[in-house]
């Protein structure tokens, strides 16, 4: 049987305390890695930052065909990351993947929530528009943000989302300049990119008349 050579390792959302164990082993047994320079830094092996971030990792990775190749991702390689391209472009038996601490878990446990009924979006390096009746329709969400669509922006834009929420914009998530931000109308909202919006559906809305 072929062992993987292609390592889809999750980096948790940040810290080292939640790098799990089989990661940190799958880290010792590489023979390069693919990524950002947030998640490669501290490595001695070689280190490639793919640009663009699919087409640039699946070229690197078939450039080195002997090599085992670790693609470290943020947060669980399942959740919004580059796990699926990996798996069609290689592979199933090729592909080994690494779970880990999910940007979803952090944040919830940040703010003392629970997460089971939460639904899930994206806009970090999305041109499609977010679905705003979808977020409505949530108990409640968490979004992905980027540079280009950070909490300070998108909360301008969709105003409505205070109304029906309890909100939190979240930036630098497990890192030492972590910043969980109370969303209000007087709040100065955040525009780092590495950030996430939390919302809670308001308690007056989850009652039912009597």
Same mark, same amino acid.
């Given at each position: 049987m072929n062992?993987?050579?292609?390592f889809i390792i999750s980096m948790g959302p940040g810290s080292p305390d939640l790098l799990t164990e089989r990661a940190c082993r799958a880290l010792e047994e590489i023979d390069m890695a693919v990524g950002a320079p947030r998640l490669t830094?501290?490595?001695? @092996? =070689?280190?490639y930052e793919p640009e663009p971030l699919i087409s640039g990792t699946i070229e690197y990775i078939r450039n080195h065909p002997n090599k085992h190749i670790g693609v470290l991702v943020s947060g669980d390689a399942g959740f919004y990351s580059l796990s699926r391209a990996i798996v069609a472009a290689f592979g199933r038996k090729s592909v080994a993947v690494i779970p880990g601490v999910s940007v979803v878990q952090a944040a919830? /446990? /940040? &703010? /003392? %929530?629970?997460?089971? #009924?939460?639904?899930?979006?994206?806009?970090?390096?999305?041109?499609?528009a977010l679905d705003i009746p979808a977020i409505m329709a949530s108990e409640c969400f968490l979004l992905l943000c980027d540079g280009s669509h950070n909490p300070r922006s998108i909360l301008e834009r969709y105003p409505r989302l205070l109304e029906h929420f309890d909100l939190w914009s979240?930036? !630098? $998530?497990? $890192? #030492? !300049? %972590?910043?969980? @931000? =109370?969303?209000?109308? %007087?709040?100065? &909202? =955040?525009e780092d990119p590495l950030s996430c919006v939390v919302g809670v559906k308001k308690e007056k809305e989850n009652h039912i008349d009597e």
């Amino acid at each position: 049987m072929n062992q993987p050579r292609i390592f889809i390792i999750s980096m948790g959302p940040g810290s080292p305390d939640l790098l799990t164990e089989r990661a940190c082993r799958a880290l010792e047994e590489i023979d390069m890695a693919v990524g950002a320079p947030r998640l490669t830094q501290g490595l001695t @092996v =070689p280190c490639y930052e793919p640009e663009p971030l699919i087409s640039g990792t699946i070229e690197y990775i078939r450039n080195h065909p002997n090599k085992h190749i670790g693609v470290l991702v943020s947060g669980d390689a399942g959740f919004y990351s580059l796990s699926r391209a990996i798996v069609a472009a290689f592979g199933r038996k090729s592909v080994a993947v690494i779970p880990g601490v999910s940007v979803v878990q952090a944040a919830f /446990a /940040a &703010i /003392a %929530e629970p997460w089971q #009924d939460a639904r899930f979006f994206s806009v970090h390096g999305r041109k499609a528009a977010l679905d705003i009746p979808a977020i409505m329709a949530s108990e409640c969400f968490l979004l992905l943000c980027d540079g280009s669509h950070n909490p300070r922006s998108i909360l301008e834009r969709y105003p409505r989302l205070l109304e029906h929420f309890d909100l939190w914009s979240i930036s !630098n $998530l497990s $890192l #030492d !300049n %972590e910043l969980i @931000v =109370p969303v209000t109308r %007087e709040t100065v &909202i =955040p525009e780092d990119p590495l950030s996430c919006v939390v919302g809670v559906k308001k308690e007056k809305e989850n009652h039912i008349d009597e």
